[in-house]
Protein backbone atom coordinates (compact mmCIF):
# COMPACT_ATOMS: atom_id res chain seq x y z
CA UNK A 1 0.00 0.00 0.00
CA UNK A 2 1.29 3.49 -1.21
CA UNK A 3 1.95 6.15 1.31
CA UNK A 4 0.60 9.67 -0.41
CA UNK A 5 1.45 13.30 1.89
CA UNK A 6 -0.58 15.84 0.62
CA UNK A 7 0.50 19.88 1.23
CA UNK A 8 -2.74 21.08 1.47
CA UNK A 9 -6.56 20.91 2.39
CA UNK A 10 -8.33 23.20 -0.14
CA UNK A 11 -10.28 21.89 -3.05
CA UNK A 12 -7.46 20.42 -5.20
CA UNK A 13 -5.99 18.69 -1.71
CA UNK A 14 -8.89 17.44 -0.53
CA UNK A 15 -10.38 15.74 -3.51
CA UNK A 16 -6.67 14.30 -4.23
CA UNK A 17 -7.04 12.99 -0.55
CA UNK A 18 -10.16 11.23 -1.29
CA UNK A 19 -9.04 9.64 -4.84
CA UNK A 20 -6.15 8.56 -3.37
CA UNK A 21 -7.73 6.78 -0.60
CA UNK A 22 -10.36 5.30 -3.21
CA UNK A 23 -7.30 3.64 -5.26
CA UNK A 24 -5.96 1.96 -1.81
CA UNK A 25 -3.63 4.35 -0.96
CA UNK A 26 -2.29 5.21 2.83
CA UNK A 27 -3.10 9.09 2.82
CA UNK A 28 -1.97 11.50 4.94
CA UNK A 29 -3.21 15.25 4.27
CA UNK A 30 -1.47 18.41 6.01
CA UNK A 31 -2.91 21.82 6.46
CA UNK A 32 -1.58 24.76 7.77
CA UNK A 33 -4.96 26.03 8.95
CA UNK A 34 -8.43 24.31 8.41
CA UNK A 35 -9.63 22.95 5.47
CA UNK A 36 -11.25 24.54 3.11
CA UNK A 37 -11.08 27.70 4.44
CA UNK A 38 -11.10 29.38 0.46
CA UNK A 39 -13.61 26.45 -0.56
CA UNK A 40 -16.10 29.03 1.49
CA UNK A 41 -15.41 32.15 0.57
CA UNK A 42 -15.98 31.13 -3.75
CA UNK A 43 -19.47 32.29 -4.87
CA UNK A 44 -19.46 35.02 -2.63
CA UNK A 45 -20.35 31.88 0.05
CA UNK A 46 -22.36 30.15 -2.11
CA UNK A 47 -19.69 28.11 -4.06
CA UNK A 48 -19.87 27.83 -7.97
CA UNK A 49 -18.53 24.33 -8.07
CA UNK A 50 -18.26 23.62 -11.85
CA UNK A 51 -20.08 25.08 -14.95
CA UNK A 52 -22.38 22.02 -16.93
CA UNK A 53 -20.11 21.92 -19.80
CA UNK A 54 -18.46 19.53 -21.95
CA UNK A 55 -14.52 18.99 -21.19
CA UNK A 56 -14.16 21.44 -24.35
CA UNK A 57 -16.32 24.32 -22.86
CA UNK A 58 -13.85 23.68 -19.76
CA UNK A 59 -10.98 24.02 -22.06
CA UNK A 60 -12.00 26.85 -23.78
CA UNK A 61 -12.15 28.60 -20.58
CA UNK A 62 -8.29 28.32 -19.59
CA UNK A 63 -6.46 31.12 -20.63
CA UNK A 64 -3.24 29.48 -21.18
CA UNK A 65 -2.25 26.03 -22.20
CA UNK A 66 -6.07 24.73 -23.24
CA UNK A 67 -5.10 21.24 -23.84
CA UNK A 68 -3.02 20.55 -20.81
CA UNK A 69 -6.47 19.22 -19.21
CA UNK A 70 -7.30 17.01 -22.18
CA UNK A 71 -6.19 13.64 -20.45
CA UNK A 72 -7.45 14.61 -17.17
CA UNK A 73 -10.67 15.65 -18.05
CA UNK A 74 -11.22 11.62 -19.73
CA UNK A 75 -10.58 10.67 -16.03
CA UNK A 76 -12.66 13.22 -14.08
CA UNK A 77 -14.68 15.92 -15.65
CA UNK A 78 -18.15 17.91 -15.10
CA UNK A 79 -20.42 14.63 -14.95
CA UNK A 80 -18.10 12.93 -12.37
CA UNK A 81 -18.03 15.95 -9.84
CA UNK A 82 -21.65 16.23 -10.70
CA UNK A 83 -22.24 12.68 -10.06
CA UNK A 84 -19.88 12.52 -6.55
CA UNK A 85 -21.78 15.76 -4.97
CA UNK A 86 -25.32 14.46 -5.83
CA UNK A 87 -24.62 11.04 -4.46
CA UNK A 88 -22.92 11.99 -1.45
CA UNK A 89 -26.10 14.14 -0.62
CA UNK A 90 -25.45 17.86 -2.20
CA UNK A 91 -27.98 18.46 -4.99
CA UNK A 92 -27.21 21.50 -7.44
CA UNK A 93 -29.08 23.66 -9.58
CA UNK A 94 -28.05 25.60 -12.41
CA UNK A 95 -27.85 29.25 -12.85
CA UNK A 96 -26.98 31.53 -15.67
CA UNK A 97 -24.44 30.34 -17.90
CA UNK A 98 -23.87 26.62 -16.80
CA UNK A 99 -23.08 27.62 -13.44
CA UNK A 100 -23.43 25.09 -10.78
CA UNK A 101 -24.58 25.67 -7.65
CA UNK A 102 -25.20 23.65 -4.58
CA UNK A 103 -29.58 24.31 -3.89
CA UNK A 104 -28.63 25.22 -0.26
CA UNK A 105 -26.44 28.26 -1.41
CA UNK A 106 -23.93 27.26 1.38
CA UNK A 107 -20.58 26.38 0.56
CA UNK A 108 -20.40 24.88 3.96
CA UNK A 109 -22.31 22.08 2.62
CA UNK A 110 -19.87 21.36 -0.05
CA UNK A 111 -17.07 21.38 2.38
CA UNK A 112 -19.10 18.97 5.06
CA UNK A 113 -19.65 16.46 2.35
CA UNK A 114 -15.60 16.59 1.22
CA UNK A 115 -14.95 16.65 4.94
CA UNK A 116 -17.54 13.38 5.51
CA UNK A 117 -15.86 12.06 2.68
CA UNK A 118 -12.11 11.97 4.08
CA UNK A 119 -13.15 10.70 7.21
CA UNK A 120 -15.09 7.87 6.00
CA UNK A 121 -11.60 7.00 3.91
CA UNK A 122 -9.71 6.99 7.05
CA UNK A 123 -7.30 10.04 5.48
CA UNK A 124 -4.81 10.93 8.17
CA UNK A 125 -5.65 14.82 8.73
CA UNK A 126 -2.48 17.13 10.08
CA UNK A 127 -4.47 20.73 10.91
CA UNK A 128 -2.50 23.46 12.03
CA UNK A 129 0.72 22.05 10.68
CA UNK A 130 3.00 23.95 8.55
CA UNK A 131 5.43 21.94 5.56
CA UNK A 132 8.90 23.35 5.79
CA UNK A 133 10.68 21.18 3.27
CA UNK A 134 10.36 18.51 0.84
CA UNK A 135 12.80 15.05 1.38
CA UNK A 136 13.92 14.78 -2.31
CA UNK A 137 17.14 13.19 -2.71
CA UNK A 138 18.52 11.73 -6.28
CA UNK A 139 15.64 13.41 -7.57
CA UNK A 140 13.21 11.35 -5.87
CA UNK A 141 10.54 12.68 -2.96
CA UNK A 142 10.52 10.86 -0.22
CA UNK A 143 8.36 12.66 1.88
CA UNK A 144 8.36 16.48 3.85
CA UNK A 145 9.48 17.55 6.64
CA UNK A 146 7.48 19.83 9.19
CA UNK A 147 8.04 23.41 10.79
CA UNK A 148 8.79 21.83 14.12
CA UNK A 149 11.44 19.29 12.54
CA UNK A 150 9.59 16.37 12.39
CA UNK A 151 9.39 14.19 9.33
CA UNK A 152 7.07 12.59 7.86
CA UNK A 153 7.98 9.85 4.44
CA UNK A 154 5.60 8.36 2.05
CA UNK A 155 5.81 7.14 -1.22
CA UNK A 156 4.54 9.98 -3.31
CA UNK A 157 3.90 13.33 -2.52
CA UNK A 158 0.97 15.85 -3.92
CA UNK A 159 1.37 19.65 -3.57
CA UNK A 160 -1.85 21.46 -3.60
CA UNK A 161 -1.05 24.27 -1.70
CA UNK A 162 -3.07 27.19 -4.09
CA UNK A 163 -1.48 29.92 -5.46
CA UNK A 164 -1.33 33.82 -3.56
CA UNK A 165 -4.73 34.88 -3.96
CA UNK A 166 -6.74 35.81 -0.54
CA UNK A 167 -3.77 35.15 1.27
CA UNK A 168 -6.01 35.17 4.59
CA UNK A 169 -6.72 31.53 3.70
CA UNK A 170 -3.10 30.17 3.66
CA UNK A 171 -2.50 30.69 -0.45
CA UNK A 172 0.72 32.17 0.44
CA UNK A 173 3.05 30.59 -2.34
CA UNK A 174 4.31 27.88 -0.26
CA UNK A 175 4.65 25.57 -3.13
CA UNK A 176 6.75 27.44 -5.16
CA UNK A 177 9.24 27.75 -2.56
CA UNK A 178 8.96 24.07 -2.31
CA UNK A 179 10.34 23.27 -5.96
CA UNK A 180 11.89 26.56 -7.03
CA UNK A 181 15.70 24.46 -6.88
CA UNK A 182 13.69 21.67 -9.88
CA UNK A 183 11.24 23.29 -11.34
CA UNK A 184 10.78 26.59 -13.58
CA UNK A 185 7.79 29.26 -12.00
CA UNK A 186 5.91 31.02 -14.27
CA UNK A 187 5.79 34.73 -12.20
CA UNK A 188 2.43 34.75 -10.42
CA UNK A 189 0.26 37.58 -11.14
CA UNK A 190 -3.43 38.07 -9.68
CA UNK A 191 -6.09 37.19 -11.44
CA UNK A 192 -9.58 37.57 -11.87
CA UNK A 193 -9.58 40.55 -9.69
CA UNK A 194 -10.21 44.69 -10.68
CA UNK A 195 -8.55 46.74 -12.20
CA UNK A 196 -7.20 50.08 -10.95
CA UNK A 197 -7.13 52.59 -14.11
CA UNK A 198 -7.21 56.55 -15.23
CA UNK A 199 -9.53 57.86 -17.48
CA UNK A 200 -8.23 58.83 -20.80
CA UNK A 201 -6.50 62.32 -19.58
CA UNK A 202 -5.13 60.32 -17.06
CA UNK A 203 -7.86 61.94 -14.74
CA UNK A 204 -8.90 60.21 -12.02
CA UNK A 205 -12.03 57.88 -12.28
CA UNK A 206 -13.75 58.59 -8.46
CA UNK A 207 -16.09 61.62 -10.22
CA UNK A 208 -17.65 58.58 -11.54
CA UNK A 209 -17.71 55.94 -8.60
CA UNK A 210 -20.56 54.05 -7.85
CA UNK A 211 -21.79 54.23 -11.60
CA UNK A 212 -22.95 51.01 -13.40
CA UNK A 213 -22.56 50.68 -16.80
CA UNK A 214 -25.26 48.33 -18.13
CA UNK A 215 -24.76 46.18 -21.77
CA UNK A 216 -22.13 47.90 -22.63
CA UNK A 217 -19.22 46.50 -24.78
CA UNK A 218 -15.90 46.03 -23.58
CA UNK A 219 -12.62 46.00 -25.53
CA UNK A 220 -8.86 45.46 -24.45
CA UNK A 221 -6.80 47.22 -27.37
CA UNK A 222 -3.30 48.18 -27.83
CA UNK A 223 -2.36 48.55 -31.34
CA UNK A 224 -6.01 45.94 -31.70
CA UNK A 225 -8.81 44.54 -29.90
CA UNK A 226 -7.36 41.38 -27.92
CA UNK A 227 -10.11 40.73 -26.36
CA UNK A 228 -13.86 41.78 -25.93
CA UNK A 229 -16.94 41.08 -24.17
CA UNK A 230 -20.22 42.60 -23.29
CA UNK A 231 -21.88 42.98 -19.95
CA UNK A 232 -22.03 45.22 -16.78
CA UNK A 233 -19.08 47.27 -15.73
CA UNK A 234 -18.80 48.80 -12.20
CA UNK A 235 -16.96 51.95 -11.54
CA UNK A 236 -15.04 52.21 -8.28
CA UNK A 237 -13.30 54.65 -6.20
CA UNK A 238 -9.83 53.17 -8.02
CA UNK A 239 -11.25 51.93 -11.43
CA UNK A 240 -13.34 49.32 -12.84
CA UNK A 241 -14.78 45.99 -11.60
CA UNK A 242 -17.71 43.59 -12.61
CA UNK A 243 -17.99 40.08 -14.12
CA UNK A 244 -16.52 41.43 -17.52
CA UNK A 245 -13.77 43.45 -16.44
CA UNK A 246 -12.53 40.81 -14.17
CA UNK A 247 -12.66 38.25 -16.52
CA UNK A 248 -10.97 40.49 -18.58
CA UNK A 249 -8.25 41.03 -16.06
CA UNK A 250 -6.25 37.92 -16.89
CA UNK A 251 -5.37 39.32 -19.95
CA UNK A 252 -3.93 42.45 -19.15
CA UNK A 253 -0.74 43.46 -20.42
CA UNK A 254 1.75 46.32 -20.21
CA UNK A 255 0.80 49.60 -22.58
CA UNK A 256 -3.04 48.24 -22.88
CA UNK A 257 -6.28 50.45 -22.56
CA UNK A 258 -9.79 49.38 -21.30
CA UNK A 259 -12.36 50.79 -24.20
CA UNK A 260 -16.06 50.60 -23.58
CA UNK A 261 -18.58 51.45 -26.18
CA UNK A 262 -21.61 52.82 -23.56
CA UNK A 263 -23.86 52.16 -26.47
CA UNK A 264 -23.14 49.11 -28.28
CA UNK A 265 -26.43 48.41 -30.19
CA UNK A 266 -26.19 51.77 -32.00
CA UNK A 267 -23.47 52.60 -34.92
CA UNK A 268 -22.14 55.75 -34.89
CA UNK A 269 -24.06 56.97 -37.81
CA UNK A 270 -27.26 56.14 -36.64
CA UNK A 271 -26.18 57.21 -32.70
CA UNK A 272 -25.30 60.32 -34.53
CA UNK A 273 -28.72 61.15 -36.00
CA UNK A 274 -30.21 60.52 -33.03
CA UNK A 275 -28.11 63.02 -31.27
CA UNK A 276 -28.83 65.54 -33.94
CA UNK A 277 -32.40 65.33 -33.68
CA UNK A 278 -32.16 65.51 -29.77
CA UNK A 279 -30.18 68.63 -29.86
CA UNK A 280 -32.92 70.12 -32.30
CA UNK A 281 -35.41 69.33 -30.23
CA UNK A 282 -33.69 70.51 -27.05
CA UNK A 283 -31.63 73.46 -28.77
CA UNK A 284 -32.05 76.03 -25.05
CA UNK A 285 -31.27 72.94 -22.79
CA UNK A 286 -27.69 72.61 -21.86
CA UNK A 287 -25.97 69.81 -23.76
CA UNK A 288 -25.28 67.44 -20.53
CA UNK A 289 -28.98 66.99 -20.00
CA UNK A 290 -29.16 66.14 -23.80
CA UNK A 291 -26.68 63.62 -23.49
CA UNK A 292 -28.42 62.25 -19.93
CA UNK A 293 -31.23 60.88 -22.32
CA UNK A 294 -28.22 58.23 -23.53
CA UNK A 295 -26.12 57.87 -20.67
CA UNK A 296 -25.78 58.57 -17.10
CA UNK A 297 -26.06 62.48 -16.21
CA UNK A 298 -22.60 62.06 -14.34
CA UNK A 299 -21.07 60.16 -16.70
CA UNK A 300 -22.09 62.76 -19.42
CA UNK A 301 -20.36 65.82 -17.80
CA UNK A 302 -17.14 63.51 -17.28
CA UNK A 303 -17.81 62.37 -20.75
CA UNK A 304 -17.97 66.30 -21.99
CA UNK A 305 -15.12 67.55 -20.22
CA UNK A 306 -12.95 64.52 -22.40
CA UNK A 307 -14.11 66.21 -25.33
CA UNK A 308 -13.37 69.82 -23.87
CA UNK A 309 -16.67 71.26 -23.51
CA UNK A 310 -18.71 73.32 -21.29
CA UNK A 311 -21.11 70.85 -19.71
CA UNK A 312 -23.60 74.40 -19.15
CA UNK A 313 -22.84 75.00 -23.20
CA UNK A 314 -26.60 75.32 -25.05
CA UNK A 315 -27.52 72.32 -27.00
CA UNK A 316 -28.04 75.14 -30.06
CA UNK A 317 -24.41 75.90 -29.66
CA UNK A 318 -22.39 73.00 -30.24
CA UNK A 319 -20.71 72.52 -33.41
CA UNK A 320 -20.68 69.81 -35.89
CA UNK A 321 -16.66 68.45 -34.74
CA UNK A 322 -17.70 68.53 -31.26
CA UNK A 323 -20.92 66.65 -31.98
CA UNK A 324 -18.85 63.59 -33.86
CA UNK A 325 -16.47 64.09 -30.68
CA UNK A 326 -19.18 63.50 -28.58
CA UNK A 327 -20.13 60.29 -30.64
CA UNK A 328 -16.70 59.54 -30.94
CA UNK A 329 -15.94 58.96 -26.92
CA UNK A 330 -19.48 57.40 -26.46
CA UNK A 331 -18.08 54.65 -28.57
CA UNK A 332 -15.02 54.70 -27.37
CA UNK A 333 -14.91 55.72 -23.86
CA UNK A 334 -11.37 54.77 -22.99
CA UNK A 335 -9.42 54.39 -19.45
CA UNK A 336 -5.77 53.89 -19.51
CA UNK A 337 -3.02 52.90 -17.00
CA UNK A 338 -4.52 49.85 -16.32
CA UNK A 339 -3.49 48.02 -13.15
CA UNK A 340 -4.81 44.44 -11.80
CA UNK A 341 -5.18 45.04 -8.19
CA UNK A 342 -3.48 43.04 -5.17
CA UNK A 343 -3.55 39.33 -4.44
CA UNK A 344 -5.67 40.20 -1.26
CA UNK A 345 -8.38 40.68 -4.22
CA UNK A 346 -7.71 38.46 -6.33
CA UNK A 347 -9.61 35.44 -6.95
CA UNK A 348 -7.39 33.24 -8.70
CA UNK A 349 -3.56 33.29 -9.15
CA UNK A 350 -2.21 33.38 -12.88
CA UNK A 351 1.11 31.77 -13.47
CA UNK A 352 2.99 29.28 -11.18
CA UNK A 353 4.67 25.74 -12.20
CA UNK A 354 5.15 25.41 -15.43
CA UNK A 355 3.23 22.85 -17.00
CA UNK A 356 5.88 21.94 -19.45
CA UNK A 357 7.56 20.15 -16.48
CA UNK A 358 4.09 18.06 -15.30
CA UNK A 359 2.75 15.25 -16.74
CA UNK A 360 -0.47 16.35 -18.05
CA UNK A 361 -1.75 12.46 -18.13
CA UNK A 362 -0.54 12.06 -13.87
CA UNK A 363 0.02 15.67 -12.56
CA UNK A 364 3.45 13.82 -11.95
CA UNK A 365 6.57 15.90 -11.98
CA UNK A 366 8.92 15.50 -14.93
CA UNK A 367 11.92 16.77 -13.11
CA UNK A 368 11.53 14.91 -9.48
CA UNK A 369 10.24 11.05 -8.99
CA UNK A 370 7.03 10.84 -6.92
CA UNK A 371 6.17 14.11 -6.55
CA UNK A 372 2.48 15.39 -7.86
CA UNK A 373 0.75 19.20 -8.40
CA UNK A 374 -2.66 20.15 -8.09
CA UNK A 375 -4.95 22.80 -8.54
CA UNK A 376 -3.87 26.76 -8.65
CA UNK A 377 0.15 25.97 -7.58
CA UNK A 378 0.56 25.26 -11.13
CA UNK A 379 0.08 27.80 -14.30
CA UNK A 380 -3.22 27.17 -14.93
CA UNK A 381 -5.83 29.44 -14.43
CA UNK A 382 -9.55 29.92 -15.93
CA UNK A 383 -12.04 32.65 -16.64
CA UNK A 384 -15.15 33.01 -13.93
CA UNK A 385 -18.28 30.20 -13.62
CA UNK A 386 -17.28 27.57 -12.32
CA UNK A 387 -14.46 26.38 -13.91
CA UNK A 388 -11.14 27.29 -11.89
CA UNK A 389 -12.73 24.79 -9.06
CA UNK A 390 -12.88 22.18 -11.68
CA UNK A 391 -9.51 22.16 -12.60
CA UNK A 392 -8.76 21.90 -9.40
CA UNK A 393 -11.36 18.35 -8.99
CA UNK A 394 -9.71 17.24 -12.21
CA UNK A 395 -5.99 17.29 -11.26
CA UNK A 396 -6.57 16.95 -7.67
CA UNK A 397 -8.54 13.60 -8.41
CA UNK A 398 -5.83 12.87 -11.38
CA UNK A 399 -2.92 13.27 -9.01
CA UNK A 400 -4.65 11.37 -6.35
CA UNK A 401 -5.20 8.20 -8.27
CA UNK A 402 -2.03 8.52 -9.78
CA UNK A 403 -0.13 8.57 -6.81
CA UNK A 404 -1.76 5.69 -5.34
CA UNK A 405 -1.17 3.50 -8.41
CA UNK A 406 2.66 4.45 -8.72
CA UNK A 407 4.79 1.34 -9.19
CA UNK A 408 2.08 -0.99 -8.14
CA UNK A 409 2.24 -4.17 -10.16
Given at each position: MN???????????????ISAAQHGAKVTLIEKGQLGRKLLMTGHGRCNVTNDTDNQGIMNAISGNKRFLHSALMTWNVEDMKDFLINHGCPLKEEDNHRLFPVSDQAADVLTLLEKNLKGANVDLHLNHTVS???INDQKCTGVVLNDGNLIEGDAVIIAT???SYPVTGSTGDGYEFVKDYHRIIPPAPALV???CTLQNGESVAALQGLTLTHVKVMLKDKKVRHQARGDVMITHFGLSGPVIINMSTFIQKNQSIIIDLLPDLDAQTLDAMLVKKLQNSSHKAVYHVLSTFIPERLSHVLLKLCDIDSQTKAYAITREQRLLIVSTMKQFTFIDLKRRSFKEAMITKGGIDLKEINPKTMASKKIDNLYF???????DATTGGFNLQIAWTT??????????????
Open positions: HIIIIGGGPAGMIAAQLCGGMALSAGEVMDLGYVAGQSAALQNRS
